[in-house]
């Protein structure tokens, strides 16, 4: 077992590469899946969940960047799949996914994930999922795999996920600087979802309009979704930082994993920030919360939110710097 542990990266990539072929029962019961915007807390909850015994990370397995076979299968950097769409190579790729059949060295041993090899991933007890391209396929996948446990949908506030996109673009380049290219999935498989907003889209100039765009597009669907907190688990960030011990106990609760509660706790207590954070510092909760406030203009302010009212999520996030829970958590 100690020389598995120590085999290098390209050992890693042979063995897994031997394990695929391996025959497996048919068992989801490993599966703990995280769906959420970039920049909206994923890792953070992502490095939470892999504190489990015997957990192992999965990092962003929609990223088509990552994976070849992605693109030859149509998808873009973010996808629609209608509920009752017939999609019999998504679904194949999702059970060898979720069966622990299917490794790409950079999903499955991402610098941003915890350090694991082999012998961690062959013999997980859990497998932690952290999809940031996910939202839009919810409905879908939750009928197409009802042997998983509820998925954790994690929503954080428009201005807050915008403002952080901007920062880290700002700092590492790529998408977030050059933000044309966030509406690129417009034109798309399953582009028919977005027509009704296209033009309204393809209109936007500003930066912070268009990303707030990106992140209305791809909450709206599943947040309106009579699904919503009832077939998959929604939590807002802001309510995961301000209360902590109560969501960690909703989300040990659906997973069937509360033996394991005190361990999430302590560990979410002393981290607050995750691997991508650009301010590694410890810092007050409510000042985190407020950040966005202080790190746009007013001017942006306002222009996310004429983004926001349009696509009627305003009756979720406002201008508050916590979520309508009422609304967001679908309890009527």
């Not at 060295?105 to 952290?130: C, E, G, L």
């Not at 446990?149 to 700002?170: D, E, M, T, W, Y």
């Not at 966030?182 to 209109?203: I, M, N, T, V, W």
């Not at 990106?214 to 939590?235: A, F, Q, S």
Request: net charge positive; glycine share 4%.
């Amino acid at each position: 077992m100690k020389i598995l542990s120590s085999i290098s990266y390209r050992g890693n990539k042979y063995g897994l590469k031997l394990y695929t072929k391996v025959p497996t029962k048919e068992d989801y019961s490993k599966v703990i899946i995280i769906a959420a915007n970039p920049r909206g807390g994923s890792t953070w909850l992502e490095d939470v969940l892999g504190r489990l015994r015997k957990s192992v990370c999965y990092y962003e397995p929609l990223n088509p960047s990552y994976i070849p076979e992605l693109a030859e299968m149509g998808f873009s950097m973010r996808n629609h799949i209608p509920q009752t769409s017939i999609e019999n190579d998504t679904k194949e790729y999702f059970k060898k996914l979720f069966l622990g059949k299917l490794f790409n060295n950079r999903m499955t041993f991402h610098p941003m994930s915890k350090k694991q090899n082999i012998y961690d991933v062959i013999n997980a007890k859990k497998r932690v999922f952290k999809f940031c391209r996910l939202n839009l396929m919810l409905p879908w996948l939750v009928d197409t795999f009802p042997q998983i446990a509820p998925p954790i949908l994690l929503l954080r506030h428009p201005c807050a996920v915008v403002a952080s996109q901007i920062k880290f673009g700002n700092v590492n380049g790529g998408g977030w600087k050059h933000v044309h290219s966030q509406l690129g999935f417009l034109s798309q498989k399953h582009s028919d979802y977005f027509q009704p907003y296209r033009a309204f889209c393809l209109s936007l100039k500003h930066k912070e309009e268009i990303l707030a765009a990106v992140w209305c597009l791809t909450n709206k669907y599943p947040l309106e979704h009579e699904y919503n907190n009832r077939r998959w688990l929604t939590i807002s960030y802001e309510d995961l930082l301000l209360n902590t011990n109560d969501v960690i106990n909703q989300i040990c609760s659906k997973l069937n994993i509360s033996n394991e509660f005190d361990i999430l706790v302590n560990y979410t207590s002393q981290h607050v920030a995750s691997k991508t954070s650009i301010n590694k510092k410890q810092i007050d909760k409510h000042l985190q919360l407020e950040s966005w406030k202080h790190s746009l203009s007013n001017q942006e302010i306002n222009n996310i939110m004429r983004v926001v009212n349009f696509f009627e999520m305003d009756k979720f996030y406002n201008n508050n710097l916590v979520p309508n829970y009422k609304e967001l958590y679908n309890q009527k």
